[in-house]
């Protein structure tokens, strides 16, 4: 097989698993597996295809084609500019997700910084990255979620505590800001999700419980307790939820309270300082 003839299958083949962008995933999983750039498919369509390379193109095309997000094929995502690993243990960086490291890095710098439910790392990491945090610390009741999470510190060289805990069980100490994106889809809502989300995506980032509040509500209410006077709370919300997690904030002694839009214009993150003891 050539080079061109591996691409047109791929394209032919992502394309008739219903894949959207089959041209786009079919150029980049030969890019990611051969090294070949795009120049290749014009200079050296013509050329043979390696049988060893051959085999490994094919195979990824046959994941994707069976829906398997393309960055867990490829392992990595880019998250507000910066590289980050990815598995099938933890969920892949959304740019919405940018909104929220967007609005939380306003109010780091200097600060004591806590990311709740941290999956990949992406949120603590890019804030330890950009911001010059006095301490970071990263949060998941999954061990293999925080082996993902320290491998990208290492490779960013990011300095961040990683501790497992079932939210806030086992975290020590007091923080100036806690972000978090918990997992905030309905359980009724998982299974019309695309298939990439629902069959590869690890249900414990995506299930909120029923009313897709079930983290929102623990969030708040513990989240005052590990936060310093006039603290700060970011919540990434589902587009429907800033009206009930505005409420849950301010029942849990948040006050000015503020939700901010996603570029979609979207409601995307809701924050509130932390008011109670003053
Ligand atoms: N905080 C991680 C992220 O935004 C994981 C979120 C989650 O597991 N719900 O990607």
Not at 64 to 77: D, F, K
């Amino acid at each position: 097989m050539t080079i061109g003839e591996a691409y047109h299958w791929a394209k032919q083949e992502l394309a008739a698993a219903g894949i959207a962008d089959a041209r786009v995933d079919a150029g980049l999983l030969l890019r990611k597996l051969t090294g070949f750039g795009t120049a290749a498919l014009y200079f050296d369509a013509e050329r043979p295809f390696d049988a060893d390379l051959c085999e490994r193109f094919r195979d990824a095309v046959l994941l994707r084609a069976s829906h398997v997000p393309l960055q867990y094929i490829t392992g990595e995502q880019e998250f507000m500019g910066l590289p980050f690993s990815v598995s099938p243990a933890v969920l892949i960086p959304r740019q919405d997700t940018e909104c929220l490291v967007e609005n939380a890095m306003r109010h780091c710098s200097g600060k004591r910084v806590l990311d709740m439910c941290t999956g990949s790392g992406c949120i603590i990491l890019s804030l330890a990255k950009l911001c010059c945090l006095k301490y970071a610390a990263g949060v998941d009741l999954s061990e293999d979620a925080l082996a993902v999470a320290a491998g990208n510190a290492e490779v960013l060289g990011a300095e961040v505590h990683w501790i497992r805990s079932d939210l806030f069980g086992d975290v020590p100490g007091l923080f100036d800001v806690i972000v978090s994106n918990p997992p905030y889809i309905r359980t009724g809502e998982l299974s019309s999700l695309m298939p990439e989300v629902r069959d590869y995506e690890p249900r414990m980032a995506l299930d909120g419980d029923e009313d897709g509040l079930c983290f929102y509500r623990r969030i708040a209410g513990e989240a005052g307790g590990h936060l310093s006077d006039g603290g700060m709370l970011f919540l990434e919300i589902g587009c429907d939820q800033a009206e009930a997690v505005t409420r849950l904030l301010s029942e849990n002694g948040f006050g000015e309270i503020s939700v901010s839009k996603d570029y979609a214009g979207l409601d995307r993150v809701v924050c509130g300082r932390f008011t109670e003891n003053k």
